[in-house]
């Protein structure tokens, strides 16, 4: 009974001053709405990405260039030597290797007339199609023959030929990929099946260029930055994984006492660094928004302060007729619980529609977990019951005569 008296007592305070109330909880709006939405944000970006490795299938091993130090930092250790086309070819004859896909990426200007847009442009072997589970939706991919005659073919993605051709039909038509100085024409050949935003990756925003091209006319190099290996079965895994190491050591005339100037990725690899980037990244991102609950937190131990002194009389008068110092306590409590608490609630509503609308601008899915949920509600609980103790030990500690007196 005396909970429920000093609940009724706490309710008609609030409601006394709806706006101060409203004003005050905004803060805690803020602030629990930012932590679901960054939470949402960097939980979502992982499952896309994730999903996407995913459906490359678990027989991949992916090889770069530099070595792996024990800090995670990749470096030129050991040679200076890089990956090469000639290396690819030499891990494809592997037994157990299907294929070997060599490939090159930078960012290139493209232009088509009076229409440019600046895109990722990707020099491969034509295995590409089949390794990266990639189909062209008009026209075709590029052969071998074309790799090896330096053909100056192209495949543009969806969104590419969005910016390039909204109207017509791209297939024989001629776009100009700009490299600093270099200017080369490619006639396109076909359209990549539209994949969509994954996270922070967008495949349709792509060109593919037979490798050979790349190096030889666009970008003017020897090397290559990645070979993507397709191994025959996952069990086989771990034991082409050794041999290409033996292998690239060999090519490389690295010594026995250096380490590799290159590094081998499996699935489970990747998936591993990803996710530990992804978290940490999402940590980060919730602490900075954490910032508006603490800011949000100490805005309600203010109000409480300010609303012990204009209601000094009134906790006098409550103490002179026989309430006790842990009424008054509880009393001031459960004003800054249901305001922390009460502007949790909307900041969840609010938190799960803004991840809702930021995962369809951003191309991700919304993923919003019950323990994001259930975190935003207890620490807004818990904003309140912190920054509510000082102010109701306060009022609590006021002497009945002196509040009486009190003008």
């Not at 954490?290 to 805005?299: D, F, K, M, P, Y």
């Not at 026989?322 to 619980?337: H, N, Y």
Request: no cysteine.
């Amino acid at each position: 009974m005396r909970f429920l008296r000093n609940l009724r007592i706490a309710l008609g305070a609030l409601f006394h001053n709806k706006s101060r109330a409203f004003l005050t909880i905004l803060g805690v709006i803020i602030g629990v709405a930012a932590v679901m939405m960054m939470l949402s944000i960097g939980t979502g970006a992982e499952v896309a990405v994730t999903e996407e490795i995913k459906a490359l299938g678990s027989n991949l091993l992916l090889v770069v260039p530099g070595s792996m130090t024990a800090s995670g930092i990749r470096t030129g250790g050991g040679s200076t030597t890089s990956l090469t086309l000639d290396d690819a070819q030499a891990i494809s004859r592997i037994p157990g290797v299907v294929d070997a896909v060599p490939s090159i990426q930078r960012q290139a200007q493209v232009i088509v007339g009076e229409r440019n847009t600046q895109t990722s442009v990707v020099g491969t072997s034509a295995s590409y199609e089949k390794v990266l589970n990639t189909s062209v939706s008009a026209g075709n991919f590029f052969s071998p023959s074309q790799v090896e005659r330096w053909e100056r073919v192209a495949l543009i993605g969806a969104t590419v030929k969005d910016s390039l051709f909204p109207d017509a039909n791209p297939i024989g038509k001629t776009i100009q990929i700009v490299n600093g100085p270099r200017r080369v024409s490619f006639r396109v050949i076909g359209v990549l099946e539209s994949k969509g935003a994954s996270g922070f990756v967008n495949r349709d925003d792509q060109i593919l260029i037979p490798v050979t091209t790349a190096q030889k006319l666009l970008f003017g190099v020897k090397n290559i930055g990645s070979i993507t290996v397709e191994v025959s079965s996952p069990e086989k895994m771990d034991q082409v994984s050794t041999e290409i190491s033996s292998l690239l050591r060999l090519r490389h005339n690295i010594p026995k006492d250096k380490e590799n100037d290159f590094t081998i990725f499996s699935q489970k690899d990747i998936l591993g660094t990803l996710g530990s980037v992804m978290n940490y990244f999402t940590i980060v991102l919730a602490g900075i928004a954490s910032i508006s609950l603490l800011v949000g937190g100490i805005g309600i131990m203010n109000i409480m302060l300010v609303s012990v002194t204009e209601r000094t009389r009134e906790i006098g008068l409550r103490k002179a007729i026989g309430a006790l110092k842990r009424d008054v306590v509880l009393q001031f409590l459960l004003e800054a619980i249901i305001l922390s608490t009460t502007g949790g609630i909307i900041g969840i509503i609010l938190g799960y529609g803004g991840s809702l609308i930021i995962a369809k601008i951003a191309g991700w899915p919304a993923v919003v977990t019950p323990l994001s949920i259930l975190l935003g509600f207890f620490f807004s609980m818990a904003v309140g019951l912190f920054f509510g103790i000082y102010p109701a030990q306060k009022a609590a500690s006021l002497n009945p005569i002196d509040a009486l007196r009190y003008e």
